[in-house]
């Protein structure tokens, strides 16, 4: 099998391929220097030449605020490039997993959303991501969904890395308390989508480290393991408007994982301990 993954400039596209390359995979990756996504003609050329038996694609606009006044790139990206990435894994046969987001959800309540709850996003980001679901699923037979939740990686920008600013430049900072849902480490996301890539159990999967906390919980997390002495000072959404309304309850389940037999990720103050000594490296 060889593997297309798309955003290997991103965090979670750099490890998929680094992971797949562990493993001896035949991959190759892909950035906006290889070929642009939101180009049909440029997609579909690089697609018939490389002939990828399967496409794991992380590329993504995620600027979860910008959207909402950027929305035509945010759905060229998210949802006109997926279409072509579908097109063009229809025409090859190619399976295709598309990495999602709890965004997708109106994170209502206290539930755990289950894979087939209905959907309802809040914002434009949101709804480009439902939007690329369906696509996919409507061009592509063989096809995996994952949605995950507040990612964080070595190679790019997360709230991880922000808090640590945060807690090396401010005596105090304001994190939102309200917002419940659970981190997700791409090192540790890389190797079940690497798991699920090479099987035939196709269908929506949830995929986030285990636990949940607040963003307010996360950023004391931070401090307490990098050492840092800011306060974390809990507030409601309300007090920190942003352009784009954001879910309360992203609690995803994962009974779907065990339903087909993957693992689940490790808890996420596991997956947090490792990450810093990742970046501290």
Request: net charge neutral; hydrophobic share 35%.
């Amino acid at each position: 099998m060889y593997v297309l993954v798309t955003g290997i400039t991103g965090q979670l596209g750099h490890d998929v391929l680094q992971c797949l390359k562990k493993r001896n995979i035949p991959c190759i990756g892909a950035g906006r220097a290889e070929f642009d996504i939101t180009d049909r003609a440029g997609t579909e050329k690089f697609l018939k030449e490389t002939k990828p038996d399967a496409i794991i694609h992380c590329a993504a606009y995620t600027d979860v605020n910008q959207a909402q006044s950027k929305e035509a790139l945010c759905r060229a990206v998210n949802v006109e490039g997926t279409r072509n990435l579908a097109l063009g894994a229809k025409e090859l046969g190619a399976k295709m997993l598309l990495v999602s987001t709890e965004y997708v959800f109106p994170g209502q309540g206290e539930d755990y959303y289950e894979t087939d709850a209905p959907t309802g996003p809040l914002n434009v980001y949101g709804t480009s991501k439902r939007d690329a679901e369906l696509i996919l699923a409507e061009y592509v037979k063989r096809y995996f969904i994952v949605r995950i939740s507040c990612a964080f990686g070595k190679n790019g920008n997360n709230f991880i890395k922000t808090m640590l600013r945060f807690g090396r430049e401010k005596d105090e900072i304001r994190v939102v308390r309200d917002q419940i849902g659970s981190p997700t480490y791409t090192a540790d996301l890389a190797e079940l989508l690497c798991d699920m890539i090479v099987t035939e159990k196709y269908g929506i999967y949830h995929a986030t480290n285990e636990g949940v906390c607040s963003f307010a919980e996360l950023a004391q997390e931070v401090m307490h393991q990098a050492g840092l002495s800011a306060k974390i000072v809990p507030i409601l959404s309300e007090e920190y408007p942003s352009p784009a309304v954001r879910p309360k309850n992203s609690r995803l389940s994962k009974k779907c994982l065990d339903r087909a037999g993957f693992n689940r990720l490790p808890e996420w103050k596991d997956a947090l301990r490792r990450y810093l000594k990742e970046i501290e490296a």
